[in-house]
Protein backbone atom coordinates (compact mmCIF):
# COMPACT_ATOMS: atom_id res chain seq x y z
CA UNK A 1 0.00 0.00 0.00
CA UNK A 2 1.54 3.61 -1.07
CA UNK A 3 1.81 5.98 1.48
CA UNK A 4 3.16 9.21 0.55
CA UNK A 5 6.46 10.06 2.98
CA UNK A 6 6.50 13.24 5.51
CA UNK A 7 9.72 11.87 6.75
CA UNK A 8 13.05 11.91 4.69
CA UNK A 9 14.40 8.10 3.54
CA UNK A 10 17.33 6.25 2.41
CA UNK A 11 17.33 5.37 -1.23
CA UNK A 12 16.31 1.46 -0.94
CA UNK A 13 13.03 2.95 1.27
CA UNK A 14 12.48 5.67 -2.34
CA UNK A 15 12.55 2.74 -4.58
CA UNK A 16 10.37 0.32 -2.66
CA UNK A 17 8.00 3.67 -2.15
CA UNK A 18 8.39 4.62 -5.94
CA UNK A 19 7.43 1.22 -6.86
CA UNK A 20 4.43 0.87 -4.43
CA UNK A 21 3.51 4.58 -6.37
CA UNK A 22 4.25 2.81 -9.81
CA UNK A 23 1.47 -0.36 -8.97
CA UNK A 24 -1.02 2.85 -7.79
CA UNK A 25 -1.22 4.62 -10.94
CA UNK A 26 0.01 2.32 -13.95
CA UNK A 27 -3.62 1.19 -14.97
CA UNK A 28 -4.46 4.95 -14.78
CA UNK A 29 -1.73 5.87 -16.87
CA UNK A 30 -2.07 2.93 -19.05
CA UNK A 31 -3.41 5.08 -22.20
CA UNK A 32 -0.88 7.73 -21.59
CA UNK A 33 1.83 5.79 -21.69
CA UNK A 34 0.92 4.02 -24.84
CA UNK A 35 0.54 7.13 -26.29
CA UNK A 36 4.26 7.50 -24.98
CA UNK A 37 5.36 4.57 -26.91
CA UNK A 38 3.77 5.64 -30.24
CA UNK A 39 5.75 8.43 -29.69
CA UNK A 40 8.85 7.30 -29.16
CA UNK A 41 8.38 4.66 -32.09
CA UNK A 42 7.81 7.87 -34.46
CA UNK A 43 11.59 8.50 -33.87
CA UNK A 44 12.61 5.97 -35.87
CA UNK A 45 10.32 6.64 -38.68
CA UNK A 46 13.22 9.15 -40.20
CA UNK A 47 15.49 6.29 -39.95
CA UNK A 48 13.45 3.88 -41.75
CA UNK A 49 12.87 6.63 -44.54
CA UNK A 50 16.79 6.89 -45.21
CA UNK A 51 17.08 3.38 -45.22
CA UNK A 52 20.42 1.58 -45.13
CA UNK A 53 23.35 3.16 -46.72
CA UNK A 54 23.76 1.19 -49.76
CA UNK A 55 19.80 2.10 -50.25
CA UNK A 56 20.51 6.30 -49.44
CA UNK A 57 23.49 5.90 -52.48
CA UNK A 58 21.11 4.85 -54.48
CA UNK A 59 18.32 6.74 -54.08
CA UNK A 60 20.06 10.50 -53.33
CA UNK A 61 16.33 12.39 -53.48
CA UNK A 62 16.31 11.61 -49.90
CA UNK A 63 19.26 13.45 -49.03
CA UNK A 64 17.45 16.26 -51.05
CA UNK A 65 17.61 19.43 -48.97
CA UNK A 66 13.51 19.55 -48.71
CA UNK A 67 13.63 16.16 -47.19
CA UNK A 68 16.51 16.68 -44.52
CA UNK A 69 14.15 20.06 -43.15
CA UNK A 70 11.04 18.16 -43.61
CA UNK A 71 12.91 15.22 -41.01
CA UNK A 72 14.18 17.90 -38.68
CA UNK A 73 10.91 18.97 -38.64
CA UNK A 74 9.40 15.74 -37.65
CA UNK A 75 11.86 15.47 -35.02
CA UNK A 76 10.96 18.65 -33.35
CA UNK A 77 7.26 17.84 -33.51
CA UNK A 78 7.65 14.73 -32.18
CA UNK A 79 10.01 15.70 -30.01
CA UNK A 80 7.34 18.55 -28.46
CA UNK A 81 4.62 16.01 -28.11
CA UNK A 82 6.57 13.64 -25.98
CA UNK A 83 7.90 16.22 -23.77
CA UNK A 84 4.15 17.42 -23.20
CA UNK A 85 3.14 14.17 -22.73
CA UNK A 86 5.79 13.08 -20.00
CA UNK A 87 4.76 15.92 -18.60
CA UNK A 88 1.04 15.26 -18.35
CA UNK A 89 2.43 11.89 -16.94
CA UNK A 90 4.42 13.97 -14.20
CA UNK A 91 1.45 15.84 -12.96
CA UNK A 92 -1.50 12.76 -13.52
CA UNK A 93 0.97 10.86 -11.03
CA UNK A 94 1.27 13.41 -8.85
CA UNK A 95 -2.11 13.99 -8.47
CA UNK A 96 -3.11 10.18 -8.12
CA UNK A 97 -0.09 10.39 -5.26
CA UNK A 98 -1.98 12.99 -3.68
CA UNK A 99 -5.50 11.65 -3.83
CA UNK A 100 -6.38 14.35 -5.29
CA UNK A 101 -9.55 13.77 -7.60
CA UNK A 102 -8.51 14.76 -11.59
CA UNK A 103 -9.26 13.99 -15.21
CA UNK A 104 -7.52 13.64 -18.41
CA UNK A 105 -8.89 17.22 -20.01
CA UNK A 106 -8.54 19.28 -16.34
CA UNK A 107 -4.26 17.93 -15.79
CA UNK A 108 -4.35 18.42 -19.92
CA UNK A 109 -5.43 22.30 -19.56
CA UNK A 110 -3.00 22.46 -16.78
CA UNK A 111 0.13 21.09 -18.49
CA UNK A 112 -0.70 23.15 -21.60
CA UNK A 113 -0.69 26.38 -19.63
CA UNK A 114 2.48 25.52 -18.07
CA UNK A 115 4.27 24.02 -20.99
CA UNK A 116 5.76 27.18 -22.40
CA UNK A 117 7.39 27.93 -18.75
CA UNK A 118 8.47 24.48 -19.44
CA UNK A 119 10.12 24.23 -22.51
CA UNK A 120 11.84 27.54 -21.64
CA UNK A 121 12.88 25.94 -18.31
CA UNK A 122 14.05 22.84 -20.27
CA UNK A 123 16.56 24.95 -22.85
CA UNK A 124 18.17 26.65 -19.82
CA UNK A 125 18.93 23.44 -18.29
CA UNK A 126 20.19 22.23 -21.76
CA UNK A 127 22.38 25.34 -22.37
CA UNK A 128 24.11 24.67 -18.81
CA UNK A 129 24.85 21.14 -19.24
CA UNK A 130 26.17 21.62 -22.81
CA UNK A 131 28.21 24.82 -21.02
CA UNK A 132 29.39 22.01 -18.63
CA UNK A 133 30.34 19.86 -21.25
CA UNK A 134 32.15 22.07 -22.87
CA UNK A 135 34.92 21.69 -20.14
CA UNK A 136 34.80 18.08 -19.58
CA UNK A 137 31.77 15.70 -19.14
CA UNK A 138 32.01 15.59 -16.12
CA UNK A 139 30.80 19.02 -15.44
CA UNK A 140 28.11 18.55 -17.89
CA UNK A 141 26.62 15.45 -15.44
CA UNK A 142 27.17 17.17 -12.42
CA UNK A 143 25.21 20.30 -13.71
CA UNK A 144 22.28 18.27 -15.49
CA UNK A 145 21.50 16.46 -11.63
CA UNK A 146 21.28 19.49 -10.18
CA UNK A 147 18.89 21.21 -12.43
CA UNK A 148 17.20 17.88 -12.84
CA UNK A 149 14.35 18.93 -10.80
CA UNK A 150 13.62 22.32 -12.52
CA UNK A 151 10.64 21.34 -14.51
CA UNK A 152 8.98 19.19 -11.71
CA UNK A 153 8.86 21.97 -9.95
CA UNK A 154 7.33 24.53 -12.39
CA UNK A 155 4.57 21.49 -12.77
CA UNK A 156 4.13 20.48 -9.17
CA UNK A 157 4.97 23.92 -7.03
CA UNK A 158 4.20 26.17 -10.01
CA UNK A 159 7.66 28.15 -10.14
CA UNK A 160 8.85 30.15 -12.82
CA UNK A 161 11.78 29.50 -14.56
CA UNK A 162 14.23 30.74 -12.43
CA UNK A 163 12.80 29.80 -9.51
CA UNK A 164 12.61 26.39 -10.62
CA UNK A 165 15.96 26.25 -10.97
CA UNK A 166 17.25 27.90 -7.61
CA UNK A 167 14.78 25.22 -6.08
CA UNK A 168 16.44 22.28 -7.96
CA UNK A 169 20.05 23.26 -7.12
CA UNK A 170 19.35 23.92 -3.43
CA UNK A 171 17.49 20.98 -2.78
CA UNK A 172 19.71 18.66 -4.63
CA UNK A 173 23.00 20.55 -3.50
CA UNK A 174 24.29 18.54 -0.21
CA UNK A 175 22.48 15.31 -2.14
CA UNK A 176 23.85 15.06 -5.19
CA UNK A 177 25.36 11.58 -4.88
CA UNK A 178 22.26 9.97 -3.79
CA UNK A 179 19.99 11.51 -6.46
CA UNK A 180 22.34 10.28 -8.99
CA UNK A 181 21.91 6.93 -7.63
CA UNK A 182 18.33 6.69 -7.21
CA UNK A 183 17.62 8.09 -10.95
CA UNK A 184 19.98 5.63 -12.35
CA UNK A 185 18.79 2.71 -10.92
CA UNK A 186 15.00 2.66 -13.22
CA UNK A 187 17.12 4.50 -16.03
CA UNK A 188 19.70 1.56 -16.12
CA UNK A 189 16.72 -1.16 -15.51
CA UNK A 190 15.12 0.61 -18.61
CA UNK A 191 18.43 0.78 -20.75
CA UNK A 192 18.90 -2.52 -20.28
CA UNK A 193 15.47 -3.72 -20.86
CA UNK A 194 15.47 -1.87 -24.13
CA UNK A 195 19.00 -3.39 -25.24
CA UNK A 196 17.27 -7.03 -24.65
CA UNK A 197 14.50 -6.23 -26.41
CA UNK A 198 16.45 -4.51 -29.84
CA UNK A 199 19.09 -7.04 -29.67
CA UNK A 200 16.63 -10.31 -30.07
CA UNK A 201 14.77 -8.05 -32.77
CA UNK A 202 17.68 -7.68 -34.84
CA UNK A 203 19.46 -11.06 -34.13
CA UNK A 204 16.84 -13.39 -32.95
CA UNK A 205 14.00 -12.27 -35.38
CA UNK A 206 16.05 -10.51 -37.86
CA UNK A 207 13.94 -7.13 -38.03
CA UNK A 208 16.64 -5.15 -38.86
CA UNK A 209 16.62 -1.06 -37.75
CA UNK A 210 15.38 0.11 -40.98
CA UNK A 211 12.04 -1.41 -40.61
CA UNK A 212 8.82 -0.20 -38.74
CA UNK A 213 8.42 -2.48 -36.36
CA UNK A 214 11.45 -2.75 -34.67
CA UNK A 215 11.13 0.74 -33.29
CA UNK A 216 7.76 -0.36 -32.78
CA UNK A 217 8.85 -3.28 -30.27
CA UNK A 218 11.65 -1.45 -29.51
CA UNK A 219 9.00 1.23 -27.48
CA UNK A 220 7.29 -1.71 -25.60
CA UNK A 221 9.44 -1.39 -22.68
CA UNK A 222 8.60 2.51 -22.62
CA UNK A 223 4.94 2.16 -22.17
CA UNK A 224 6.25 -0.28 -19.16
CA UNK A 225 8.81 1.70 -17.42
CA UNK A 226 7.92 5.37 -17.95
CA UNK A 227 5.32 5.41 -15.31
CA UNK A 228 8.00 4.03 -13.10
CA UNK A 229 10.18 6.26 -14.13
CA UNK A 230 7.99 9.50 -13.09
CA UNK A 231 7.31 7.79 -9.76
CA UNK A 232 11.08 7.46 -9.11
CA UNK A 233 11.37 11.11 -9.87
CA UNK A 234 8.70 11.90 -7.93
CA UNK A 235 9.11 10.20 -4.67
CA UNK A 236 13.00 11.79 -5.24
CA UNK A 237 11.67 15.10 -5.45
CA UNK A 238 9.45 14.37 -2.64
CA UNK A 239 12.53 13.64 -0.04
CA UNK A 240 14.77 16.32 -1.53
CA UNK A 241 12.10 18.52 -0.40
CA UNK A 242 11.85 17.07 2.69
CA UNK A 243 15.58 16.88 3.36
CA UNK A 244 15.73 20.81 2.59
CA UNK A 245 13.16 21.44 5.09
CA UNK A 246 14.61 19.74 7.74
CA UNK A 247 17.73 21.32 7.13
CA UNK A 248 15.88 24.70 7.26
CA UNK A 249 14.57 24.12 10.38
CA UNK A 250 18.01 22.89 11.96
CA UNK A 251 19.66 26.31 10.84
CA UNK A 252 16.35 27.67 12.16
CA UNK A 253 17.10 26.06 15.64
CA UNK A 254 21.31 26.90 15.99
CA UNK A 255 20.45 30.68 15.03
CA UNK A 256 17.12 30.93 17.20
Known amino acids: MYQLSTTPRDIVQVIKSSIQLYKKVF ?14 AFFGVPVVWMGPPAASQAAPVIHHGGMVAFMLLFFFVSMLLTTYVQCFMLKFEDQIRH ?11 FVLRKYFIVLVTMLVVLLA ?9 IPGIFVLILLMFAWFAVLIDGDNVFAAL ?13 TLIVLLIPGAINGCIILIFRFLLQYGFHIDIYNYWFHVFSAIPVVFMAPWGIAVGLEQYN ?18
Open 27 to 40: SKVLVVSIILGVLT
Open 99 to 109: DVATSYLSTAL
Open 129 to 137: VLLGGIFLI
Open 166 to 178: KRSVKMVWGNWWR
Open 239 to 256: DLKLRYQRKLEQQSAKSA
